[in-house]
């Protein structure tokens, strides 16, 4: 067994060269050693994890066939699983910076394999979280890792794939990955840097896939839109039931052939209720997760804030008046987080005021980003009861927008977004 210590040291001249070996059975045999290695070390450093996930990178890139490289991504995604708590998110940051370093690297055939490996990533990443019960910490430096790196818009050598990409799949991995709903406070956490991208960015194209990927999306959950019954497997049956054979000698024949006609029902029967339960399951989470007046309210502070991108306001006033009807009926209702109970200890985490440090690499950073600038407003709740926190909410005046207009043009230059009203299905992005 070789020493992986060592290697750490030697990059390239060692383990690397074993993660990128030819062999196939070299590499397994490295990645296993890896993961046991990492499974009770905790004092890497930055630039040492640089140089494991440099070597990991083209271990991927070696894997040629899919089933190898969904095995190959799983593994390495599961290692947020095993590693030390304190270390996953250095770990998660190196991978990042590799991928962003290397993307333009990337071929057109090798880009789409990427794409799911950094999926994989995302989705253990959220894993994780959900191990460490979404604790503030933890989420906080998710946060800041994607805030500051994937999703940064003011970061010129971030390529738009990546960020277009994190957007296009976000809830989706988020919805395969969790089990139960999450703190309310910590899911307002996690849209922070969508939220920060339609209130700073000028990327239109990013701010695009923001609004309907994320916050349009939403909406469609949260409002618990109707089924459309599907009636065809009925008819299917009663035209099978309508045919009837004189002759005795097929009677048996067609006795088999609807047997197997009826499994097959059946099983589309049972599949299509395995669709509509989980369907209900993400309806439940959502509804559970999200805090709709406080969404609304920070959306409509962001208005008002100074250091708004000023083209982005009609954006962040047409999002904010979607949720405008389901926060004002929640408070009128008086609806509090007394179903969720469980959560009322790490929800008390994050209303303790956030430390705003100054210790980026870049310093660039603090100058350059607003929303870091900015001082965040938190909730002090003494009394740890929610009715005040929801008198808190109300008092922020929940009010329909004056300029409620049906459709909403967001211009940047000679750039038109032309956004949908409630009733339409999709954002045509006009040039």
């Known amino acids: 067994m070789f ?7 030697k990059n390239s001249n060692g383990f690397g060269k074993k993660l990128a070996s030819a062999d196939k059975k070299t590499r397994d045999n490295a990645v296993k050693s890896l993961s046991k290695f990492l499974s009770h070390k905790k004092n890497l450093t930055d630039l040492e994890l640089l140089k494991l996930w440099k070597g990991l990178f083209y271990c991927y890139w070696m894997s040629d066939k899919q089933l190898i490289q969904q095995q190959l991504a ?24 590799i991928i962003i370093s290397e993307w333009n690297g990337l071929d057109r055939l090798r880009i789409d394999k990427f794409y799911y490996l950094m999926r994989r990533i995302h989705f253990y990443t959220f894993k994780f979280l959900e191990k460490v019960s979404w604790r503030k910490q933890y989420v906080l430096e998710y946060v800041d890792l994607y805030d500051t790196g994937p999703l940064s818009f003011l970061n010129d050598k971030t390529p738009h794939g990546i960020h277009y990409h994190i957007c296009e799949v976000f809830f989706e991995i988020l919805e395969d990955a969790i089990e139960k709903p999450i703190p309310k406070k910590a899911f307002q956490k996690l849209l922070e840097p969508f939220i920060d991208i339609v209130t700073f960015s000028f990327d ?11 916050f349009l999306y939403l909406y469609k ?22 045919d009837d054979d004189d002759d005795d000698d097929d009677d048996s024949d067609n006795h088999k052939e609807n047997e197997d006609e009826n499994e097959m029902l059946n099983d589309s029967e049972k599949d299509e209720n395995e669709i509509n339960d989980k369907s209900e399951k993400i309806r439940n989470i959502y509804s559970k997760s999200v805090d709709i007046p406080e969404l609304y309210c920070q959306l409509i502070d962001l208005t008002e804030e100074p250091t708004t991108n000023p083209s982005n306001i009609e954006i962040l006033n047409y999002i904010a008046d979607l949720f405008y009807s389901m926060a004002n009926e929640k408070l009128e209702n008086n609806e509090s987080d007394s179903d969720n109970e469980e959560y009322d200890e790490i929800n008390a985490e994050y209303d303790e005021p956030d430390i705003i440090t100054t210790g980026y690499e ?3 950073n603090i100058i350059n980003k607003p929303s870091i600038l900015k001082v965040k407003k938190t909730i002090i709740n003494n009394d740890n009861d929610v009715t005040k926190v929801l008198k808190k909410v109300k008092n922020k005046k929940i009010k329909k927008n004056k300029t409620n207009k049906k459709n909403v043009h967001w211009n940047l230059g000679t750039n038109k977004i032309k956004l949908f009203d409630k009733n339409d299905k999709i954002i045509d992005l006009i040039k």
């Open 3 to 9: 020493n992986i210590a060592e290697m750490v040291e």
């Open 74 to 97: 799983n593994q390495l995604g599961s290692l947020l699983l095993k590693i030390p708590n304190e270390m996953v998110f250095k770990f998660v940051k190196a991978f990042w910076k």
């Open 204 to 214: 239109y194209i990013l701010i695009e896939h923001a609004t309907s990927e994320i």
């Open 221 to 242: 959950q949260l409002s618990n839109g109707d089924d459309d019954d599907d009636d065809d497997d009925d008819d299917y049956i009663e035209e099978e039931e309508e």
């Open 362 to 364: 870049n310093k660039e």
